[in-house]
């Protein structure tokens, strides 16, 4: 029904009645990813696999693993990677580390929405898009943040010649 925040605000309410067992934090991670709430599924997830060794996590099966590395906002970052010739992949794991798919995530450094753009990075980029320009909160807005923030490791990609690494020790 895509009600995403109400079906959100109901698990919370749950969350807390039921047992701290792996199978339920796992059908709680579940419940999250159906309702696009990534950032709590990256979390009940990672304790599961925290209490694990490397021969159970690599045991694991496709359908734990897509719940832990989701394609979150999927057609928007298909978009814009194909657009500027980026792995997509790889777009998907900068989001993943920087915010969690989080859109209303803020870093302590001040970096903002599920890119984890600096608003001045982010005005700079603007620009040079020929972009009107945007505000603060409008960084929150996950098409706009994804946009920018590709455009911004592309430029970077193309500053250390296509070295992945470099590029990606940049952004950070």
Request: aromatic share 8%.
């Amino acid at each position: 029904l895509q009600m995403h925040p109400l079906a959100t605000r109901e698990i919370h309410t749950l969350a807390p009645l039921l047992p701290h067992t792996t199978p339920v934090r796992y059908f709680l991670a579940t419940l999250y990813a159906s309702s696009q709430e990534h950032a709590a599924v990256l979390r009940f997830l990672s304790g599961i696999i925290e209490a694990m060794s490397p021969a159970e996590v690599r045991g694991l099966p496709r359908t734990f693993c897509t719940l832990l590395f989701p394609r979150a906002f999927w057609p928007e970052v298909r978009q814009q990677s194909k657009r500027l010739g980026l792995n997509p992949y790889v777009v998907l794991s900068i989001m993943r580390q920087e915010s969690a798919f989080n859109p209303a995530a803020v870093s302590r450094a001040g970096a903002i929405g599920v890119m984890q753009l600096m608003p001045a990075t982010a005005q700079e980029v603007t620009s040079r898009l020929a972009l009107p320009q945007i505000s603060v909160e409008q960084l929150h807005d996950p098409q706009l943040s994804i946009t920018l923030g590709t455009h911004y490791f592309a430029e970077l990609l193309e500053r250390y010649q296509g070295n992945v690494v470099l590029a990606l020790a940049a952004y950070n």
